[in-house]
T-cell receptor, first 112, second 111 residues
Framework: DGGITQSPKYLFRKEGQNVTLSCEQNLNHDAMYWYRQDPGQGLRLIYY???????QKGDIAEGYSVSREKKESFPLTVTSAQKNPTAFYLCASGDSYNSPLHFGNGTRLTVT | SQELEQSPQSLIVQEGKNLTINCTSSKTLYGLYWYKQKYGEGLIFLMM?????EEKSHEKITAKLDEKKQQSSLHITASQPSHAGIYLCGAARTSGSRLTFGEGTQLTVNP
């Protein structure tokens, strides 16, 4: 079955530590996205990539980093510079302009 | 400020009742997307609207985009507990632009 896999589903980290969230897709989509979801704020775009080895900042990129070395993979690193990292993180992919995005099941990150 | 406003923020209905969720933009949209989300899970695509006045239906859910392409409504007929969840609208301002999302509408359907 084709789809997007995010792992792990739950992640706990101590403040000051970097943490990497995994996102893998087997849909052969060119574009991949990372969103952050907080209660009452909808989805906010962190980073996106429309092609391998290229990515752009979204609306809230500060404190995050990404890489796109393979078409299938788009990992997100939450660095210690992110002031409020506890949130639900969603990865998505799309195969062309204006087509609907496909979403993974999310990773809930808790930093204490 | 939010580019997309959704209303209401939350909705509680009795099973069997009809309901409507709205999504409004101050600017003309290129495309409007409706998604459903169960708490703690990913978003499931429902429908996409691109033409002014367009209307699409799937089972008991109907989505419409107004002629000006600034407002969309999602209507559920004879609601069921399985319709419960968070409904989000997403929109593209121009062809190929990334999606922005509304804050979502939390729907509860009581048996």
């Amino acid at each position: 079955d084709g789809g997007i896999t995010q792992s792990p589903k739950y992640l706990f980290r101590k403040e000051g530590q970097n943490v990497t969230l995994s996102c893998e897709q087997n849909l052969n989509h060119d574009a991949m996205y990372w969103y952050r979801q907080d209660p009452g704020q909808g989805l906010r775009l962190i980073y996106y990539s429309q092609i391998v080895n290229d990515f752009q900042k979204g609306d809230i990129a500060e404190g995050y980093s990404v890489s796109r070395e393979k078409k299938e993979s788009f990992p997100l690193t939450v660095t210690s510079a992110q002031k409020n990292p506890t949130a639900f993180y969603l990865c998505a992919s799309g195969d062309s302009y204006n087509s609907p995005l496909h979403f993974g099941n999310g990773t809930r990150l808790t930093v204490t | 400020s939010q580019e997309l406003e959704q209303s209401p923020q939350s909705l509680i209905v009795q099973e069997g009742k009809n309901l409507t969720i709205n999504c409004t933009s101050s600017k003309t949209l290129y495309g409007l997307y409706w998604y459903k989300q169960k708490y703690g899970e990913g978003l499931i695509f429902l429908m996409m609207l691109q033409k002014g006045g367009e209307e699409k239906s799937h089972e008991k859910i109907t989505a419409k985009l107004d002629e000006k392409k600034q407002q969309s409504s999602l209507h559920i007929t004879a609601s069921q507990p399985s319709h419960a969840g968070i409904y989000l609208c997403g929109a593209a301002r121009t062809s190929g632009s990334r999606l922005t999302f509304g804050e979502g509408t939390q729907l509860t359907v009581n048996p």
